[in-house]
């Protein structure tokens, strides 16, 4: 199987799959202690799904419906708000992306979670999981929720990630995608989702 070397800017090239990337990742997430907000906000989860398409990694998004109370119109990661019947926020992740998307969570495996993050103007606490799919799921967008599905290959993520300013604040953190404009609290997942891939393929490069 073709392993590509990363770019010396720390930017795979094409050919980079889930298998390897799921790999590497859930090595880098295992060592690594990822932050815990204790604010007083609303706890949701959210889920970075990988899968293949066309033997390429790609990561799953969706543009929130226009008419949805909180972020309309948005590009997200599929998640929401913790319910009481939700065993753990990770069982939030996987219920959300089943309902938004039509993901079962028996198609999906998780391999570790990212820092918190807080969303500014809806006082919710968002927790990310990373998860791999082995075989490529077919989304099913909610019509009541999701406007559109986005699926773009994790290699682009990072090339434009690597584009960005290293100390970039909010207004700069912009991430432009399949022609959309990705920015908020998931762009912040995104950033730290970028930093823990490109620091874990250079470690599989040089191990």
């Not at 720390?10 to 202690?33: E, N, Q, S, W, Y």
């Not at 949701?44 to 799904?49: K, T």
């Not at 022609?179 to 989702?193: C, H, K, N, Q, S």
Request: glycine share 8%; proline share 9%.
């Amino acid at each position: 199987m073709f392993s590509p070397v990363p770019h010396p800017s720390g930017v795979p090239g094409p050919g980079l799959a889930t298998a390897r990337l799921g790999m590497v990742l859930t090595a880098a997430l295992a060592r690594r202690r990822p932050l815990e907000l204790a604010d007083a906000g609303r706890p949701a989860a959210v889920l970075l799904l990988i899968y293949d398409r066309a033997d390429e990694a790609h990561l799953l998004l969706t543009k929130r419906a226009d008419h949805l109370p909180s972020h309309p119109g948005q590009i997200s990661l599929p998640g929401g708000g913790h319910e009481p019947h939700d065993a753990d926020l990770a069982q939030t992740a996987l219920r959300e992306t089943e309902e938004e998307v039509g993901i079962r969570r028996e198609q999906v495996r998780l391999i570790g979670r990212l820092d918190d993050v807080n969303t500014m103007a809806t006082g919710f606490i968002i927790r990310p999981y990373v998860a791999v799919a082995d075989s490529a799921p077919t989304p099913r967008p909610a019509d009541a929720e999701v406007a559109r599905i986005i699926e773009v290959p994790v290699a682009e993520v990072l090339r434009v990630d690597a584009g960005l300013p290293a100390d970039a604040g909010i207004a700069l953190m912009r991430y432009p995608l399949d022609g959309e404009d990705v920015w908020g609290a998931t762009a912040r997942i995104l950033r730290t989702f970028s930093e823990v891939a490109r620091g874990a393929l250079g470690d599989s490069v040089h191990a």
